[in-house]
C-alpha cells in the first residue's frame, strides 16, 4: 500500500483513516487540519473536535494549546474563557481559577479589581512583593508533561497510545517529585539559597509539594569507613590524620 494511500473514504489529503478529510494524517472526520484524531478541526494536531487553534485536547477552541473547551484564548484547562492561563471558566481576565473574572489573577467570581494580595506558601502577602522576588531558574524546570516523538516511544507506550500515529508522539506525564530531583540537583547552592528567601517560604510546604527538604544543605559524599581489597587485604578508610585505633 502507498504511503499516501488512505483507509478512510472521500480524503483529498494523504494518510488518513477518517473520513472526509482535505489534511492528511488524520484518524479523524472532517479535518482541514493534519495531524487530528478529533473531528471538524480547521487547526492541527487537536485530540478535540470542531478546533480552529492548534494543539487542543478540548472542543471548540479558537485559541492554542487548550485542555478545555470553547476558548478563544490560549492555555486555558477550563472553558469558554477569552482570556489565556485560566483554570476557571468564563473568564475575560488572565491567570483566574474562579469564574467571570473580568480582572487578573482572581480564585474566586464575578471580580472587577485586580487581586493585590494572594496566598504563596499558604501565607497571605501582598503579590507585588511575591513578584518583585527574584526566582531562580531551576523552579521553573520541572515539567508536568514531556512531548515523546513516536521515533523515541516503548513498544508499550505506542501499545498505551494507538494516537501516536497520527500525532507524531505522546504527552508523558512525567513523576513530579523526580522533576523536582533533577532540577535540585542542577541548581547552585546560591540559587537554593534564593528560594529559602522567597517571601513567605515555608519548608514544611516546599517539602511537601516537591519532596526536597531544604533545611540542610546536602552533605558531601564520604569515603570514611568503606572497605576495599587490594592483593586479598582489607582495608578500612579514614579521614587523613585520624589516629589508629
Known sequence: MSKNTNTGNYNTGNRNTGNYNTGYCNTGNRNTG???????????RNTGSRNTGYYNTGDRNTGYCNTGSRNTGSRNTGDRNTGNYNTGYLNTGYYNTGYWNTA????GCFNTVDANKAFYFNALIDKEVWDNAYKPAWLFEPLPTTWVNKDEMT????????SHETTGGYLRANDMKEEWRKAYESASPEDIQAVRDLPAFDYDVFEQITGLDLREEPMPATCEGREIEIDGVTYVLKLKGQDDE
Not at 493534519?34 to 487547526?43: I, L, P, Q, S
Not at 487578573?104 to 480564585?107: D, P, Q, R
Request: aromatic share 14%; net charge neutral.
Open 34 to 44: 493534519n495531524y487530528n484524531t478529533g473531528y471538524c478541526n480547521t487547526g492541527s
Open 104 to 107: 487578573n489573577y482572581h480564585t
Open 155 to 162: 513498544k508499550q507506550e505506542k501499545v498505551d497510545n494507538p
